[in-house]
């Protein structure tokens, strides 16, 4: 399994205990109780955006982790289906990515 797929189901299974167990889990998803979102990845970038938020939160952004260093996509609308993008191809290549939220 790759790291960003451990990545991945590490998340959905943190939220699923963050939210009592109500949790949507599905191909490149990143939804979490009551949210309408979606991310894509590649060998270096990776996007997320939503169409409706998980309850409490207005905006999302992708984060990720390069083989050299770090980058973190702009905060968009949870509401918008903006994407926000993170990108590692200056910086050695997607080691793992993720949505954040606030």
Known sequence: MSTLKRRAAAIAASLTLATG???AVGTNTATA???NCQNWWD???FA???YSPAP???QVRAE???V???DKGPWVS?????????????????VDGWPRWR
């Open 21 to 23: 167990g109500i949790l």
């Open 68 to 70: 050299r260093g770090t």
């Open 64 to 66: 990720v982790q390069c």
């Open 33 to 35: 109780a009551g949210a």
């Open 78 to 94: 949870a509401t918008s289906g903006v994407k926000s993008y993170a990108y590692c191809s200056d910086q050695g290549g997607l």
């Open 56 to 58: 409490g939160y207005t």
């Open 43 to 45: 060998e270096n970038t």
């Open 48 to 50: 997320v955006w939503c």
